[in-house]
């Protein structure tokens, strides 16, 4: 009977010390995620931006080839 309870207590340290290590783990990748997100949202932005740039450009050189 207290080998069995020395092993639950064993086996619940090591669940406890599992979770901590999850949670950890699960925080700095959810801060990760978070600046992966910004990133793809800054680029995005920029993306768009040279888009317009390029279509203006464009609308520009078709409008000498007009006249």
Not at 22 to 32: F, I
Not at 43 to 62: D, G, T, W, Y
Request: cysteine-free; glycine content about 2%.
């Amino acid at each position: 009977m207290e080998q069995k309870l020395q092993t639950l207590s064993q086996r619940v340290d090591e669940l406890i010390s599992t979770l901590r290590r999850l949670r950890s783990e699960n925080a700095e990748l959810k801060g990760r995620e978070k600046n992966h997100d910004e990133e793809r949202e800054r680029l995005m932005k920029k993306n768009a931006e040279a888009k317009s740039r390029l279509e203006s450009i464009i609308a520009k050189l078709r409008q000498q080839d007009d006249s």
